[in-house]
């Protein structure tokens, strides 16, 4: 069993930045596909950024490319989001998840994720 845990959620003002991360259990780490998605109330989790296991290989949403980052550490079992130049539609719960299958070509397809964080709450004020 793959276990999700994520931090760094919070407050923030437009423009501004947090850092979210998220730690995994899980021998396989590096062999995963991990990925960060949002929800917001009354509107679908939406995919926000992937990234295969060797971490060369990423996707963004058009809505925060150029302004977050995602990375990961395969020997600290951990994945991060850096998200930058913050605006109030970034307002969501962001959870963390994973793909054990590692299949790039599916990796923007949310039914690909078995594994979930509880997800942390970021909000931007205007």
């Known amino acids: 069993q793959v276990q999700l845990v994520e931090s760094g959620g919070g407050l923030a003002q437009a423009g501004g930045s947090l850092r979210l991360s998220c730690k995994t259990s899980?021998?396989?780490?590096?062999?995963?596909?991990m990925a960060w998605f949002r929800q917001s109330p009354g509107k679908k989790r939406e995919l926000v950024a992937a990234?295969?296991?060797?971490?060369?290989?990423?996707f963004y949403s058009d809505s925060v490319k150029g302004r977050f980052i995602i990375s990961r550490d395969n020997a600290k079992n951990t994945l991060d989001l850096q998200m930058n130049s913050l605006k109030p539609e970034d307002t969501a719960v962001y959870y963390c998840?994973?793909?054990?299958?590692?299949?790039?070509?599916?990796?923007?397809?949310?039914?690909?994720?078995?594994?979930w964080g509880q997800g942390t709450q970021v909000t931007v004020s205007s």
């Open positions: 899980g021998r396989a780490f590096s062999s995963y596909i």
């Open positions: 990234v295969n296991g060797n971490g060369r290989s990423t």
């Open positions: 998840a994973a793909d054990p299958g590692g299949d790039i070509a599916t990796m923007t397809w949310l039914t690909s994720y078995d594994y």
